[in-house]
């Protein structure tokens, strides 16, 4: 499938992978794809305020209740959308489930295994119920090169923000910023109005303590 109308920012020739020909999405990564890993070797290291570690593995995501559903995913830097179908489990799900957790105002950051990238979310947006935790793909299992084995998806943000290969979650009390932002490379994670309209997202908005909000 070739993508028509990319655009390609200043720092495209960063990306270590760009590939805009993949299929169902375009295999982008700012830093080396990392080996490829099954579900079944996997595991995820949630980290809390103050230390308290909690490790889990494919069984342990084979006890929360499973998602399948039609998801946006946005790119603005690039200027392209797609809505495969993924599955996985709800990030708020797992938190609740290992009792990690940060303050009403804390933030949680994501780490890729390519042991450079990083991205983090306020409390509010990772305990959002559209917030997951992607294993599958269009029926199959996520592709090493889409982020797989599991891979972050917040569909009412920028595409960078959902952190592909993650092996890592740590509860902060500040914010962790990013690294698109500490590289400059983006002010701001929302969706602007054409990116909302292409994907058909209503920007989340605060609601009773567990809803989104903007960024």
């Known amino acids: 499938m070739k993508r028509e109308g990319i655009n390609y920012p200043k720092f495209k020739d960063q990306f270590a992978l760009m590939d805009f020909e993949a299929e169902p999405l375009p295999a982008l990564s700012l830093y080396p794809v990392p080996e ?3 579900l079944s070797d996997w595991t995820l ?12 593995g494919r069984e342990d995501l084979r006890k ?3 998602v399948r559903e039609k998801s946006p995913l946005v790119c603005q830097i690039f200027n392209w959308s797609e809505e495969p179908e ?19 105002d804390g933030y949680f950051a994501f780490y890729s295994a390519d042991g450079f990238y990083f991205e983090g979310l306020p409390r509010a947006i ?24 599991l891979r972050l998806w917040v569909p009412f943000l920028q595409g960078y923000k959902s952190v592909k290969w ?3 979650i740590r509860a902060f ?17 929302t969706l602007g109005a054409v990116g909302q309209d292409r994907a058909g997202v209503i920007v989340a908005r605060p609601n009773n303590g567990e809803a989104s909000v903007e960024i």
């Open 36 to 38: 490829a890993c099954d």
């Open 45 to 56: 290291t949630l980290t809390g305020l103050v230390g308290e570690r909690r490790t889990i």
């Open 64 to 66: 929360l209740p499973r």
């Open 86 to 104: 993924v599955e996985g489990v709800r990030l708020v799900d797992l938190l609740k489930v290992t009792g990690i957790d940060a303050s009403d």
């Open 126 to 149: 990772a305990r959002d119920p559209r917030t997951l935790l992607v294993f599958g793909l269009d029926g199959k299992p996520l592709p090493t090169e889409f982020g797989g084995p």
């Open 166 to 168: 993650v092996n890592t």
């Open 173 to 189: 009390r500040k914010d962790p910023v990013g690294i698109k932002r500490l590289l400059g490379q983006s002010r701001t994670s």
